[in-house]
Structure formats: C-alpha cells, structure tokens
C-alpha cells in the first residue's frame, strides 16, 4: 500500500485534566535534575558549563496543571495515523505531538509501550504528564510544559513525493518556535522524523531536547548503545561517570537488575554513529538512531524496588506490562542546556523501526560483541549512509508550507509573529488561531492598555518577556496592569520592584486577593513566613467574598486554599489553618491531595489517631510530584510502622 494520512479516533480510559491552576507559578519548581556548583567539580569543562548555563528558576509564563483526579472514564483522543504497508505510527495531536503507537505489520509488534489509559500526573514540569509512547521534549530541563497541551498539525509534501506530518508549536519557556515532521517512506520499516528549533531573536537562547521512548521491559530486556561508560544521575542528586554495562556488580543495561530508579546517560565517542536499542529475550525490539546533532542517548530505569513498581503502577494500572525510557538528546546530559545563536537553528534527522538480533550475541558475556551484533544489524537495515541522505532530502522541505490543517495548537505564536513580524518560513502561527488567552495581550500591542475583564474572574495568565514587561510598564498603572507587571518584574529576578508594583495596586483594587496571594509568595521566599501567613489569611478572607459557581473558581479554591493551609501551619498557626479549611469547598476537601492536607491539619492540631485514620481508610494524591517524600514524613510522625505499600513511591535508597 502507498503511504497514507488519516485522521482517527482513539478511546481509552481516562481522567480529565481539569483547569489550569490559575495562581503564577512564582516559586521555583522541585527539579531533580540539578547539580550544584560543588557537585560539577571534576565534570568535562563544556558538560560544566553547560549544566550552569540558564537553568530555569521559574515555569513563568506557563500555568501548572493540578487539576486533574484519579476517576477514569471513557476519553476520545484525535489521532493522525500515518501508515504504509509496514508500518503504522498513531500521533496524539492534542497531546504534545506524542507518538502514541508504532506497530510492525510483518511481525504483528508494537515497537512502543503503549499506555492503555490516559492517567496525567506530576511528571511535567509544569505538573500534568502520562506515561507511554514516544515524546519530542523542548523547554528546559524535565518533561516539556507541552506535554498534555495541543500542538498544531497538517499535511505537508514528503521528499519521497508522498506526504509527512508536520507539528509544530511555540514554545513559551525559552520562546522558540520548533517543528516535527513525520514521515514513512514507501516500503520502509522506519519512521523517519525531521526536527528543527528556530531562535528568532537577537539574543542566544538556551535550548533543550530530548527524545523520549518508552519500552516495554521484561527480565531479559536489554539496553545496547555504542558506548563502555556512562554518567549516572540517581535521586541522590549526584553524578558520576560509571563502566557500562556493569557496576557496581550489577549489569544495568538491564533495566530490572537495579533496585532504584536511576538515569545512565551514555558516552557515546566522537565518530560513532549514534544510536540506541532495547531488544527483548529474543533479542528483538526497536531502535532509534539519528544524524550526529542528536549526540545524547540515555537510559531511565525504573528498577525492580518497591517504590519504583509502585510509580509504575500509578502511571497506569496494576497488572500491565513495566516499562523503562530510552531517549536522545542534544547534550550529553538532561542537566544541560545548549546555547543556539541569534537568528539559528538546530536540525536533525531521527528514525525509528524495528531491530533483530542474535538473541545469544546481544544478551552474551561479552559487551563488545553484543554492541557490535546490534550495530551491524542496524547497519544492515538502515546504513548510517541513508540516514544521512534522508537529512538531506528533508532540509529543503522543512520550509514547505503545510497543506490541510490536521489540528491546531494555541495562540501564543501568533501572539508573538504579530509582536515581531518574524518570518518562520514552513511553521505558520495564523492569527485565527489567537483565542480568549491572547486577546488582552494583543490590545496592550494595540493599544497600549491592557483591558479589564468584562466579568469578575480570576486573573488570566501573565506574559513575562522582556518586551512583555517593558509594554506593562508603560502601560496605565491599574491595579491588574500593576499585578501583572509585578509577575513580570518577579520572573526577571526584580523582586522589590515586583513588590512595590503589586503593593501598589492592593489599595484600589477590586480584587485583592491575587495580589496578597503574590506578596505573601515574596514574604515566604524572603524569610518572613508570620507576614506571609497574615497575608494569606487576608487573601483568602477577600477569596471567599468573591468566589462564584464554575470549575474556575474551584481550581482557584483549591490553589490558594492548600497554600494558605500550608503556610499557615508552617507558621505554626493551626486554628487559623482550620479556618481556611473550614471554608474549601466540599469537593476540594474531598480530593486525596487534601486528604494529605487534613492529615498534616490533624497532625499540627496533636490529633495523631485521626491523622493516622485517613491513613487507614485510604486516599490517592492525584497530583503527587516525581521524588515527593511527603507521604513518608507524613507517616513517620505518626507511626514507627513501615510505610504501607499503597503510599511507598520511595525512589533512591536511604528513605
């Protein structure tokens, strides 16, 4: 058959990703993946400064998701199918571009582990994330803010003559346009992928990308790439180069021999072809290679330990099948971020098929013939040659402008090719794309003002750029200008000019509690936590004065609710905290995330018997971050009993 689009349907269960948490995410985010300065003595020079090179410090302009539950229904997800007589690539537009499924029609194998629900949790980096598939990871350091968000999609001619997908999104964190193309060749058992990132500015913007790849994992699944070392990264936060395949007298190329999760980011030597494989007992499985821009490949392992099946468990569901992340990069390491000059860009080309070994060669003793046998295999299926003349071919079509539109993505890109003018030759962000989110932010272009809402709502969502800031500055100076350019301030490290600019708009403001809400944030992060908790006391006093009907205002309540809890106990304020409580909404109170929050309540309050109940009747935090030991401090304080199964997400030894 010809190689085809189409687009489809695609029903699993699911829980719904519920709004946006409508509070600027002010504080910097719990990244595991940092270093710091002491931790990167003894590191290459250039992997050094690349781990110091701008990491972010906020998720500003980008919103959290936390809204999501547990409670999964049926859920339809669009899809672009992509499909020739070898193979068919299912694509989740509405969902980061994901590719949901790679199916190898002459052996009847997925390629890909392929999640049989839609479970968000809190994996992104701006919260909402799913396991499965495989991901295009721009931004910074993490899981892409795009994640769960929608991208644009369309038709675009193929260099075989046929056609591609394109997708393509502006991303908010570093302010980049980027795109992916799609393509099958006819006949061909490999999908090919083109990428390219664009800086549009006149400054050098850092960059981040990684291909990641979920596997399917069994006892005798086996990791191969061209590399004898390897720099692992643990929950530890440390680290450090380590012999590959074995260490530690483990061999992790395995990725169900280790106990903790871990990272092991691959040395792959100048000159050799980059690559990465997982092949099953049978030594079968996929492979994924790339032109040499891509330099990174890693593996991430869940491992075999309580907590690492316990995570497992939660990004799915008990009783399917583990599974572990292969991926690749453009840095050596996932902690580094790559400078890309003024009016650059970064191309490269990807494929992915299936490979077939010699199951006694690439599970042998002997690492070098297993690494060999698994590239000679892919050499055979796809030379390293083709892939270079595939790169070729693309380059001259990543300009060509998309045909019939298969999705669309959001607004912010037009939003910013109106600001610049900037021409983007293949990734056009139309203005019928702008919605509700961008209108105020295009008046302020317009007009110099930025409108008041025509209802009472919480505030929309902030732009920080410096050309953002510098319009909001001349800007009429009311109160939702002054609380916006105080967020603009605060993401640019002006924090007293961020206070003095919401002080300024608390006395004629109608709504004050988003402003209190950020100045009591300034309070907590310069050591004053009593003024922060007479601050949060007040904001959420005005909140409940205000608050309407609608799953806005309940998105709100929580936000602001569980922070004021939060800081309240921290300055040990327990009855005011009550007050707060005493006040959230049924339903919010009703979420495990809350549920964790009464416990801490309870706690503070010396009723450790009713703490431990909630314990015992059981509740689920939705919205549980990668590495959080909060349920195990929780637990400690009330018990010295080991921690139940149901709450162990323990990742690193020592917990």
């Known amino acids: ?30 990244e595991l993946h940092r270093l ?22 906020t998720l500003l302009p980008v919103r959290v998701l936390d809204g999501y539950g547990r409670t999964r229904g ?26 949901h499924s790679l199916f190898h029609k002459p052996t009847g194998r997925e390629l890909l582990y392929t999640n049989p629900v839609f479970q968000p949790a809190d994996f992104a980096l701006n919260g909402a994330w799913f396991s499965g598939g495989i991901e295009w990871n721009i931004g910074a350091t993490g899981h892409t803010t795009l994640s769960c968000a929608p991208v644009h999609a369309a038709r675009v001619p193929a260099p075989d003559g046929g056609e591609m997908v394109r997708l393509w999104e502006w991303e908010r964190l570093r302010d980049l346009p980027f795109q992916v193309d799609l393509w099958l060749p006819d006949g061909s058992d490999f999908l090919y992928v083109g990428v390219r990132i664009r800086n549009p500015h006149e400054r050098t913007a850092p960059v981040y990308w990684w291909s990641n790849i979920a596997v399917e994992e069994g006892p005798r699944t086996r990791v ?21 395949p074995t260490w530690d007298g483990v061999d992790r190329t395995y990725p169900l021999r280790s106990e903790y999760p871990a990272d092991y980011f691959y040395e792959v030597p100048d000159g050799e072809r980059r690559w990465i494989a997982s092949l099953d007992e049978n030594g079968q499985g996929l492979v994924q290679t790339s032109t040499d821009t891509l330099r990174g490949r890693k593996l991430f392992l869940w491992g075999s330990g309580r907590g690492g099946r316990r995570w497992q468990e939660w990004l799915t569901e008990p009783g399917t099948t583990g599974y572990a992340e ?3 990069g453009l840095a050596r390491t996932q902690l580094e971020h790559v400078p890309l000059d003024p009016g650059g860009e970064f191309a490269w080309l990807e494929a992915y098929g299936p490979l077939a070994a010699d199951h006694a060669l690439v599970h042998g003793a002997d690492w070098a013939a297993a690494q060999t046998e698994a590239a000679d295999r892919l050499e055979r299926a796809l030379p390293r040659a083709t892939v270079e003349e595939a790169y070729a071919a693309w380059r001259p079509f990543a300009d060509a402008e998309p045909g019939e539109s298969l999705a669309t993505g959001s607004g912010w890109g037009a939003l910013e090719v109106l600001r610049t003018g900037a021409k983007l030759p293949g990734t056009p962000f139309a203005e019928l794309t702008l919605s509700q989110e961008q209108w105020p932010w295009l008046e302020l272009l317009h007009t110099g003002v930025l409108p008041e809402p025509r ?30 350019l105080g967020v603009a301030q605060w993401h640019a490290g002006d924090r007293a000019q961020a206070v003095r600019s919401w002080e300024r708009g608390l006395p004629l403001a109608p709504s004050r509690w988003p402003l209190l809400r950020c100045l009591a944030v300034a309070d907590q992060l310069s050591g004053h936590p009593s003024r922060a908790a007479d601050r949060y006391v007040e904001a959420y006093d005005d909140f409940c004065e205000e608050r309407r009907d609608g799953e806005q205002w309940t998105a709100a309540d929580a936000a602001l609710g569980r922070e004021a809890i939060e800081a309240l106990l921290a300055a040990e304020r327990p009855a005011d905290a009550r007050g707060v409580w005493e006040r959230l909404r049924p339903a919010v109170r009703e979420r495990g995330r809350f549920r964790l929050v009464e416990a801490q309540l309870l706690l503070a309050e010396g009723d450790r018997d009713a703490a431990r109940a909630l314990f015992e009747a059981g509740f689920e935090v939705a919205d549980l971050r990668e590495g959080a030991e909060t349920l195990n ?23």
């Not at 049926?74 to 571009?97: Q, S, Y």
């Not at 505030?459 to 916006?484: F, K, Q």
């Not at 709450?647 to 690193?652: C, F, K, L, P, T």
């Open 74 to 99: 049926p859920v339809e997800l669009d899809t672009i199918v992509i499909e020739n007589d070898r193979l068919r690539a299912t694509v989740l537009p509405g969902l980061g571009g994901r590719v």
């Open 1 to 30: 058959m010809a190689t085809t689009v189409r687009r489809a349907v695609l029903t699993l269960p699911g829980a719904p990703l519920g709004e946006p948490n409508p509070l600027p995410a002010l504080r910097p985010r719990d």
């Open 633 to 655: 401090e929780v637990w400690s304080r009330l018990t010295d009993a080991p921690l139940p199964d149901a709450y162990d997400y323990r990742m690193r030894p020592g917990d």
């Open 455 to 484: 209802k009472v709502t919480p505030p929309g969502p902030t732009l920080v750029a410096p050309h953002w800031r510098d319009m909001l500055e001349t800007a009429p100076a009311d109160p939702l200008t002054e609380y916006h």
């Open 224 to 244: 191969l790439a061209p590399a004898d070392e390897a720099w692992h990264f643990g929950y530890e936060r440390t680290l450090r180069r380590v012999p590959v």
């Open 36 to 57: 710091d300065d002491r931790a990167r003595d003894g590191l290459p020079r250039d992997m050094a400064r690349q781990i110091g090179y701008e990491p972010l410090e």
């Open 326 to 328: 292969i991926q690749a």
